[in-house]
C-alpha cells in the first residue's frame, strides 16, 4: 500500500524555483507532523522543513527563508515552494513523517546546475 508519493523534482538553473508535492493517504496526513527530507550524493538524510496537523511549520536553518512548506487538506497534499534554488540544494527529496515513521518511497530528483 503506497502511503506517500513525491512528484514535481527537476533540472533548474541557479536562483530558480520548484514545487514539490507529496500526496498522502488520509490517516497519514491528518494525524501527524509531514516533513521534507533530502539526501545529497554522500550525505545523510536530512529533515529540511516540516509541518504540523495544525499549519506550524519548521524550517531548517539552511532553507529558511527561501523554502516554504504548506499543506493542502482538501487533497492530503503537502508541498514545497523552493525558491532560489543553490547547487547545494540538489538531492533526492522525500517526504515522511516528523519523525520519520513511513517506510522511504522514491524520492523526487532535484538538481540546481547551470
Known amino acids: 500500500q503506497v502511503q506517500l508519493v513525491e512528484s514535481g523534482g527537476g533540472l533548474v538553473q541557479p536562483g530558480g524555483s520548484l514545487r514539490l508535492a507529496c500526496a498522502a493517504s488520509?490517516?497519514?496526513?491528518?494525524?501527524?507532523?509531514l516533513g521534507w527530507y533530502r539526501q545529497a550524493p554522500g550525505k545523510q538524510r536530512e529533515l529540511v522543513a516540516a509541518?504540523?496537523?495544525?499549519?506550524?511549520?519548521n524550517y531548517a536553518d539552511s532553507v529558511k527563508d527561501r523554502f516554504t512548506i504548506s499543506r493542502d487538506s482538501a487533497v492530503d497534499t503537502v508541498f514545497l515552494q523552493m525558491n532560489s534554488l543553490r547547487p547545494e540544494d540538489t538531492a533526492v527529496y522525500y517526504c515522511?513523517?516528523?519523525?520519520?515513521?513511513?517506510?522511504w518511497g522514491q524520492g523526487t530528483q532535484v538538481t540546481v546546475s547551470s
Open positions: 515522511n513523517t516528523d519523525p520519520s515513521s513511513i517506510p
Open positions: 488520509r490517516v497519514i496526513f491528518r494525524f501527524n507532523t
Open positions: 509541518i504540523t496537523t495544525f499549519g506550524l511549520p
